[in-house]
């Protein structure tokens, strides 16, 4: 049995989301060195080592969303007998929208190392590409797919502060970015990404709406968009702060209870999110004469 530096550990490795040349070095000495190689589909695992031109040196079976729970232990075994499982999917990182979440949570479970060899994200990608703010976000996955189930599940994001990070397939995107414009705003910024490091890359960014009305333009035209589908939509925009005018009366009321005036204007001021002088000012000028 070969040994390499994961030996006795499951590796999470990121196959190219497009572009064979974004494979790295330690992907290529993975597939040729792993005991075994977990593939969420054999063929394309076949065809992906022909174009980086590297045999597949270890045992190589099927690891997808229907036996990735019946197959895990028989992975594991391997893990703890001191091999190494390469595991890999069509496409991006396992265990991200991708079999793999069950392994790395079993070998947990065993006490078994997990590691990764990193690469390509259709995730990261899109959200460094949509322009929109990259430092904190959140990924939803796929969109349900039935009409009401995608509304419901739209609106509750609705509030979401982060920027948004969505799949969607090619014959469902005019609906669900329809349904995005109206469960966030025809206004609120986005960016549909699709065929990520491929020839026909193509990032499309605006509102909502504007967003929504050139798919279904391009869609009724015979030009729908096409490929692998990334959609970023930036997040809730920060509730505006109410006026002097509205807090003034909260603190004058409060301070007629009893309550000391610069405690008051300092815990009302603090949830606003306004100025602690500007409202003790106010407060002040608005104190009747004596």
């Known amino acids: 049995m070969s040994r390499v530096p994961e030996a006795g550990s499951v590796v999470l490795a990121a196959t190219p989301i497009g572009n064979v040349e974004d494979a790295s070095p330690r992907l290529l000495r993975l597939l040729s060195d792993a005991d075994v190689v977990a593939a969420e ?32 232990d028989d992975l594991l075994d391997v893990v703890a007998d001191g091999g190494t499982v390469l595991v890999v999917t069509d496409a991006g990182m396992p265990a991200v929208s ?28 899109a959200l460094a590409l949509s322009g929109l703010p990259t430092d904190r976000f959140t990924f939803d996955g796929f969109v349900p797919r039935k009409t009401g189930d995608r509304s419901r599940w739209l609106g509750d994001l609705a509030g979401e502060r982060r920027t948004m990070v969505f799949f969607e397939s090619p014959h469902r995107i005019v609906d669900t970015l329809a349904a995005m414009a109206d469960a966030f705003g025809a206004e609120r910024p986005g960016a549909v990404c699709r065929e990520l490091t491929k020839v026909y890359e193509e990032v499309l960014r605006g509102p909502l709406g504007e967003l929504a009305a050139l798919a279904a333009e391009r869609a009724a035209a015979g030009q729908g968009l096409r490929g692998e589908i990334c959609v970023v939509v930036g997040g809730a925009p920060a509730p505006e702060a109410p006026g002097l005018d509205v807090l003034v009366p909260r603190v004058q009321e409060r301070v007629d209870a009893g309550e000391r005036l610069k405690s008051v204007v300092s815990e009302v001021a603090a949830a606003a999110g306004v100025s602690k002088r500007d409202l003790y000012e106010a407060a002040l000028a608005a104190r009747p004469a004596r």
């Open 41 to 72: 589909d054999t063929r394309r695992l076949h065809a992906l080592a022909g174009r980086l031109g590297v045999e597949v040196g270890g045992r190589v079976v099927s690891y997808h969303e229907h036996n990735e729970r019946e197959r895990a």
């Open 98 to 125: 991708d079999p793999g979440f069950r392994l790395v949570a079993r070998a947990v479970e065993r006490g078994l190392a997990v590691t990764s060899a990193p690469g390509a994200s259709a995730v990261l990608t």
